[in-house]
């Protein structure tokens, strides 16, 4: 009998987004009138369609697999050049990263927990608290934990609060060896952001520890503010200790569509078994031809065209549109009294629960009461328990609809 890979029974049963949907149906099933009415403002999946742009290009895509001429089969592993140079010469022109230092992919998703197969056991990883639940679950299903306590952290990690009192972003830890740092900002779920001078001292800190970045930017696009870094790339010395992830999933509703890239610099390196220095680069490379064979031609293209003048009309049209629904809930909750953070420059507004009740009352409250799903801050890590993260992903007459219950029912 084949042996199981072991670690996968650690993972914790109640997974946030099960959770949600035994309560949603649950609710449903018992309120058959009410479930009518549900607004779902939980999972952070776009609402709007695709760029005009980006259709037509998939379209010419498709009628170029029809020709013998134009027809593409296997593609190369690492994406093809006009999506690399495109995403060069638009996202990164000011920032020395060249167009063979990004790898395209089906997804940031996969991107963020598949970048484990390229390093060794034994790692010290650090993880924000609360935090998008990939890093940690990817980390247990590789061997890099031990078991999860009652709070529902894992052995062997380091988990460092993002809580308002440190304007959620974690404080540096002092006095220990450090191998992986995960950040993601503007954060999933808090919504917040990390300032330049931040940043920099964690880059010093990183470098100072020979440590590495993985830096999730999949939310990018939601910046508004000046003077917020889009690209860890933006600080000096981050060529030689970070990685960083991005995603066409929430700019241009690419969710269903699958394409997103990560960069890796080709003067980043880790260390060999025998303490020798080693690129990381040509092993992440040598990972995606192996296991990967290419997001699809017709999806490159559509994603191609956001860098079109037309598609950065569009993508910018679609931004506008949550940040607007954004912008509405920001002020709907801090109308109703609530202390609210986020939703300035990400599509996420992550609310302070009134005093004496918890996450997942927050959540059952919403759920009965305002028949709104929203996700309670605790399925996030410890340090999101009397929170809860609603999502700006909607339509305009949903999010106008939600601001309408909110101001009836919760304002104090
Ligand atoms: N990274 C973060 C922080 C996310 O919140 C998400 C999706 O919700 C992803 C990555 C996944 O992106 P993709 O759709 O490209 O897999």
Redesign the pocket.
Known sequence: MPQINDHYLKLKAGYLFPEIGRRVSAFTEANPEAAKNLIRCGI?DVTEPLPEACRNAMHAAIDDLGTRKDFHGYGPEQGYAFLREAIADNQFQKINISADEIFISD????D?GNILDIFGPGNKIVITDPV?P?YVDTNVMAGNTGDSDEAGNYDGLLYLPCTAENDFVPAIPTGEKIDLIYL?YPN?PTGTTISREQLTAWVAFAKENDAIILY?A??EAFIREDGVPHSIFEIDGARDCAIE?R????NAG??GV?C?YTIIPKSLTGKTVNDERQAIHPLWSRRQSTKFNGASYPIQRGAEAVFSDAGKKQVKNLVDHYMGNADLIRETCLKAGLTVYGGINSPYVWVACPDGIDSWAMFDKMLNELNVVVTPGSGFGAAGEGYFRISAFNTKENVEEVCRRISKSLSQ
Do not use: L
């Open positions: 952070g997804g940031a998703k996969c963020t998008y990939v993601c999933n999730d999949a939310y992830f995603s066409f999933s929430k690419f969710t699958r997103a």
